[in-house]
């Protein structure tokens, strides 16, 4: 598609520019231009499909650096409890009861969700089916995504047989839109032994699927709670003598690829050896508050020159898909707790939830900024809006006082997914009505407990 959206603020995330009455232009999958309206309209000739984003602001599509999208279906299921009792009473039990048809349409779910709140890309763990699955789902609504296949120590075989089949069939697939990730669930979970026989099988399959460009990365939840190293101990009789990070840097498994999802309970020299090795944090700072698990010390990690991401975590400990509320919550909350009010600037959140997000996804090159020759992810956002006006500070407003609501057209890998608010790939109504008919089935089967 050939396509130019014109008269709108453009905040590109590239050296700060953010040009008034810009314009950005749209080749294929491809930005191949951005400048000032003017210009642009007399370079390019008619016959390009025009947005006016008068009154707009267009931004890079928000990047999502920790979801669990199939388990939309369980929103609202199980709130207002601690993390473990939560996971073990409430979310494992039902878990094992849903289908990959289930999985596909709660992903599906998520993904619509998403999309109609300006997210383009998310990074997601959950369990790889081979016929209907995550990976499908996101690419049905249009979206980009890392899909990954989480592991546990008590089915290594069952593990590794998903991930050689997630990889060979979705890694860099559906033009370009899917990429796929290694899943350890957590250092308590996965066994140190397997812990590094997944870092062996992820380069293994980097060899044969991946690229410099286009990795398999690595996506784990590290140090979500205080008394993980004391739950890796009662798990594998392992004395931890530092943090988890410094425990998982001893089994040799962290590089720039690595994704690690929460980060809360972290030591000085955890935070040293991700500085170290390059390891990315996903802070998800919704899903830490609801489970209490304590907050990030994501101006720490700053601080160092760690890569921060934005995550949502799953949409049973958020309980949404939305990525301005964690914008939002991720500005105010280290403010609070530090009694700080210079902390993460507006600024600092939007590059974390664009750039960052990118670049701990290992996708830099492709997304997470609007610039020549990088792929044509955009999220265009009303402004005419009381809560938006008067206009002082495009991202202020963005970070501050923007609802996801506000997204009015999306378009991830140059193509319109979402237009004035409508979802031009699948029917949202249909994707609701299939959502419902499968949490009364997934509770029927929990109940008489059919698997
Ligand atoms: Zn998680």
Same mark, same amino acid.
């Given at each position: 598609m050939e396509l130019i959206i014109h008269s709108g603020t453009v905040i590109t995330m590239k050296d700060g520019r953010v040009i008034r009455d810009g314009a950005v232009v749209v080749e294929g999958q491809a930005i191949v231009d951005v400048g000032e309206t003017s210009e642009i309209l007399r370079k390019y000739p008619r016959g390009y499909e025009r947005i006016n984003a008068r009154g707009k602001v267009v931004v890079p599509g928000l990047i999502n650096t920790h979801q669990h999208a199939a388990m939309s279906l369980l929103r609202g299921y199980a709130d207002d409890l601690p993390l473990q009792e939560w996971l073990e009473k409430w979310i494992w039990p039902i878990e094992g009861h849903m289908t990959a048809h289930d999985i596909y349409v709660g992903a599906l779910l998520t993904a619509v969700e998403s999309a109609l709140g300006g997210t383009t890309t998310v990074n997601t763990m959950y369990h790889y089916t081979p016929d209907e699955n995550e990976a499908k789902a996101f690419v049905d609504v249009g979206l980009r995504a890392v899909v990954g296949h989480v592991c546990f120590s008590w089915r290594k075989e069952g593990d590794k047989n998903a991930l050689e089949d997630l990889a060979k069939n979705w890694h860099n697939k559906a033009d370009g839109l899917v990429r796929v990730s290694v899943d350890p669930h957590a250092p308590y979970t996965v066994d140190p032994e397997y812990m590094r026989e997944l870092k062996e099988l992820c380069g293994e399959l980097n060899e044969k699927y991946g690229s410099e460009k286009a990795p398999i990365i690595w996506h784990v939840h590290v140090a979500e709670t205080s008394d993980e190293p004391e739950k890796i101990r009662r798990a594998f009789n392992k004395n931890l003598k530092g943090g988890v990070m410094e425990y998982l840097d001893s089994l040799g +498994? @962290? &590089? *720039?690829r690595v994704v690690a999802a929460h980060? +809360? !309970? @972290?030591?000085d020299n955890d935070i040293a050896v991700m500085k170290l090795r390059g390891v990315k944090a996903s802070h998800n700072p919704i899903s830490n508050l609801k489970l209490a698990s304590g907050i990030s010390p994501v101006p720490k990690m700053l601080e160092q020159g760690v890569t921060v991401s934005l995550g949502t975590d799953s949409p049973c400990s958020n309980? *949404? !898909? &939305?990525m301005f509320e964690v914008m939002k919550v991720a500005a105010l909350l280290h403010k609070g707790v530090n009694r700080n009010p210079t902390l993460i600037s507006a600024a600092q959140v939007l590059n974390m939830a664009t750039v960052e997000g990118a670049r701990a996804l290992s996708w830099d090159s492709e997304i997470g900024s609007i610039e020549v020759g990088k792929k044509a992810d955009l999220a265009i956002i009303g402004f005419v809006k009381p809560h938006l006006c008067p206009v002082h500070n495009e991202v202020s407003h963005l970070v501050y006082a923007a609802k996801a609501t506000d997204v009015e057209t999306v378009i991830v890998n140059g193509k319109i997914v979402v237009e004035n608010r409508q979802l031009k790939t699948v029917k949202g109504e249909r994707v609701m009505k299939m959502a419902e008919k499968a949490k009364t089935r997934l509770l029927e089967r929990l109940k008489s407990n059919v698997k």
């Amino acid at each position: 598609m050939e396509l130019i959206i014109h008269s709108g603020t453009v905040i590109t995330m590239k050296d700060g520019r953010v040009i008034r009455d810009g314009a950005v232009v749209v080749e294929g999958q491809a930005i191949v231009d951005v400048g000032e309206t003017s210009e642009i309209l007399r370079k390019y000739p008619r016959g390009y499909e025009r947005i006016n984003a008068r009154g707009k602001v267009v931004v890079p599509g928000l990047i999502n650096t920790h979801q669990h999208a199939a388990m939309s279906l369980l929103r609202g299921y199980a709130d207002d409890l601690p993390l473990q009792e939560w996971l073990e009473k409430w979310i494992w039990p039902i878990e094992g009861h849903m289908t990959a048809h289930d999985i596909y349409v709660g992903a599906l779910l998520t993904a619509v969700e998403s999309a109609l709140g300006g997210t383009t890309t998310v990074n997601t763990m959950y369990h790889y089916t081979p016929d209907e699955n995550e990976a499908k789902a996101f690419v049905d609504v249009g979206l980009r995504a890392v899909v990954g296949h989480v592991c546990f120590s008590w089915r290594k075989e069952g593990d590794k047989n998903a991930l050689e089949d997630l990889a060979k069939n979705w890694h860099n697939k559906a033009d370009g839109l899917v990429r796929v990730s290694v899943d350890p669930h957590a250092p308590y979970t996965v066994d140190p032994e397997y812990m590094r026989e997944l870092k062996e099988l992820c380069g293994e399959l980097n060899e044969k699927y991946g690229s410099e460009k286009a990795p398999i990365i690595w996506h784990v939840h590290v140090a979500e709670t205080s008394d993980e190293p004391e739950k890796i101990r009662r798990a594998f009789n392992k004395n931890l003598k530092g943090g988890v990070m410094e425990y998982l840097d001893s089994l040799g +498994v @962290l &590089d *720039s690829r690595v994704v690690a999802a929460h980060c +809360v !309970a @972290l030591t000085d020299n955890d935070i040293a050896v991700m500085k170290l090795r390059g390891v990315k944090a996903s802070h998800n700072p919704i899903s830490n508050l609801k489970l209490a698990s304590g907050i990030s010390p994501v101006p720490k990690m700053l601080e160092q020159g760690v890569t921060v991401s934005l995550g949502t975590d799953s949409p049973c400990s958020n309980n *949404s !898909a &939305d990525m301005f509320e964690v914008m939002k919550v991720a500005a105010l909350l280290h403010k609070g707790v530090n009694r700080n009010p210079t902390l993460i600037s507006a600024a600092q959140v939007l590059n974390m939830a664009t750039v960052e997000g990118a670049r701990a996804l290992s996708w830099d090159s492709e997304i997470g900024s609007i610039e020549v020759g990088k792929k044509a992810d955009l999220a265009i956002i009303g402004f005419v809006k009381p809560h938006l006006c008067p206009v002082h500070n495009e991202v202020s407003h963005l970070v501050y006082a923007a609802k996801a609501t506000d997204v009015e057209t999306v378009i991830v890998n140059g193509k319109i997914v979402v237009e004035n608010r409508q979802l031009k790939t699948v029917k949202g109504e249909r994707v609701m009505k299939m959502a419902e008919k499968a949490k009364t089935r997934l509770l029927e089967r929990l109940k008489s407990n059919v698997k």
